[in-house]
């Protein structure tokens, strides 16, 4: 059975038809402005910066340990254990603080000696050594030639040190990241208006120089002695250096 669109829905339609076609025509089409379409590149440079800052060394550290032998691996523990305390009240008189006392390494094993029988070389069980040390941090760091001949005649075997360093850099690495930012700024001027360019806005900013790879230098332009003199120290900088890599537009 076929069906039929009634004919009021049909008349409706072809009036809607008619009356989009009227407004097509009569559009004015010509008058409006499309533009163009077309497809082009930044043109860019990316150029390194770097900037660097020398400060006074803020903290040291010191490692000092005592190592005995015995036959008896108790005497041992006792004799090193003993000695350890001796240092560390003498550190914590000194003025350090628990928090910055720490045992640094603990070692506990017995030797084994060569022994022959006949034309056959043995092992046998031979002296203890016990070992101990504990690491020393100095925030005081005009007081390091003070503490390193304390450490020097405080009856430890081993002792090491000091390693400056500094403790807080984040506001001169802030500062650091923009002046690199600018001579990697400066930089790229030169090359753009070498090329008969123009520099434009930056894309791209990323910590980190083109291959480079900058770590702590120390120099010795600092001497520090201790106001009860001793033991000679340089507390020495620490050379503080940033590095960005920059892309920029050129027009």
């Known amino acids: 059975m076929k069906t039929f669109l009634p004919v009021r829905m049909f008349l409706s339609i072809i009036f809607l038809v008619f009356v989009i076609l009227l407004v097509s025509y009569f559009f004015p089409w010509r008058k409006i402005n499309w533009g163009n379409f077309t497809l082009s590149y930044i043109e860019t440079i990316t150029v390194s910066g770097l900037s660097e800052k020398k400060e006074k ?3 040291a550290s010191f490692s000092a340990g005592v190592t ?3 036959d008896s691996k108790e005497k041992a523990i006792e004799e090193v254990d003993s000695k350890i305390s001796q240092i560390t009240n003498a550190v914590k008189t000194f003025g350090i603080p628990d928090n910055d006392i720490q045992t640094q390494s603990l ?3 017995q030797n084994q000696d060569y022994v022959y029988e006949g034309d056959r070389q043995k092992y046998k069980p031979g002296q203890w050594s016990v070992s101990n040390s504990i690491n020393v941090t100095l925030r005081n760091i005009a007081r390091a030639s ?3 001949t304390l450490l020097a005649s405080s009856g430890a075997n081993n002792v090491y040190g000091p390693n400056f360093s500094l403790e807080d850099t984040k506001e001169t690495e802030k500062a650091l990241l923009g002046e690199a930012v600018n001579e990697a700024r400066k930089k790229a001027e030169v090359i753009a208006s070498s090329s008969g360019k123009k520099l434009g806005k930056i894309i791209s900013v990323s910590e980190g120089g083109l291959g ?6 120390f120099s010795a332009d600092y001497k520090g002695m201790g106001g009860g003199g001793g033991i000679p120290i340089e507390v020495g900088t620490t050379n503080i ?4 890599t920059v892309v920029f537009e050129i027009k």
């Open 57 to 59: 060394n803020q903290v």
């Open 68 to 70: 005995a032998y015995n």
């Open 107 to 109: 070692s506990i094993y």
């Open 146 to 148: 003070e503490l390193a």
């Open 212 to 217: 480079n790879n900058y770590g702590p230098t």
């Open 241 to 244: 250096q940033k590095s960005v």
